[in-house]
């Protein structure tokens, strides 16, 4: 089945300062990787999501990169603001006969943003 | 991005009483929604994956019985714990997936549980 590492898990940066997080994956045949930010208190929200045909993806201050021969894939957060400060998990499939199971979670990286 | 509604946020019981979960998908149909746990500071834990029609599927570890999980519709799961104890106390999250976007799998606010 379909394991998910991620680091770090904590991160703590300075305002403006950019922010890396990494996940690796061990099911091959996974092809579908989404990004999550929770809150406190609140349920995880999907902010950015990559497919495994293509190895980058960037929406404003955030992008996701992926290798699938080294089986990783990376949140990048650039010119960090404080209300970035949350959870961030990232996820991958398991996959069942070809299709997309459930999907299986990091143990998240809780990021600060110093002001 | 798509709109799953979980209520209610936050709900006390006594020790022995039911508590029912609703979750929704606003704006979608949901063949598929999943319920997770979370504790504090740690990672969501899947507990069942619902397909409507069907019964739900388990993951190991978890009471069916103890967690009654009902998917009658396209667009409403409900979850609930049955003769709740103290150690049922937690953080519940349902989450759905849209079959016609490529499978996103969105989640709920989370509803707190505080058993007495």
């Known amino acids: 089945g379909e394991n998910v590492e991620q680091h770090p898990s904590t991160l703590s940066v300075q305002e403006g300062d950019s922010a890396v997080i990494k996940c690796t994956y061990s099911d091959s045949a996974s092809n579908y990787f989404p990004w999550y930010k929770q809150e406190l208190g609140k349920g995880p929200q999907l902010i950015i999501d990559i497919r495994s045909n293509v190895g980058e993806k960037k929406d404003q201050r955030i992008a996701v990169t992926l290798n699938k021969t080294a089986k990783h894939f990376s949140l990048h957060i650039t010119e960090t603001q404080p209300e970035d400060s949350a959870v961030y998990f990232c996820a991958a499939p398991t996959s069942y006969g070809g299709s997309q199971g459930n999907l299986i979670f990091g143990k998240g990286t809780k990021l600060s943003v110093k002001p | 991005g798509a709109v799953v509604s979980q209520h209610p946020s936050w709900v006390i019981c006594k020790s022995g009483t039911s508590v029912k979960i609703e979750c929704r998908s606003l704006d979608f149909q949901a063949t598929t929604m999943f319920w997770y746990r979370q504790f504090p500071k740690q990672s969501l834990m899947l507990m069942a994956t619902s397909n409507e029609g069907s019964k739900a599927t388990y993951e190991q570890g978890v009471e069916k019985d103890k967690f009654l999980i009902n998917h009658a519709s396209l667009t409403l799961s409900t979850l609930t714990v049955t003769s709740a104890h103290p150690e049922d106390s937690s953080f519940y999250i349902c989450?759905?997936?849209?079959?016609?976007?490529?499978?996103?799998?969105?989640f709920g606010a989370g509803t707190r549980l505080s058993v007495l």
């Open positions: 989450s759905a997936r849209d079959g016609t976007r490529y499978n996103i799998q969105y």
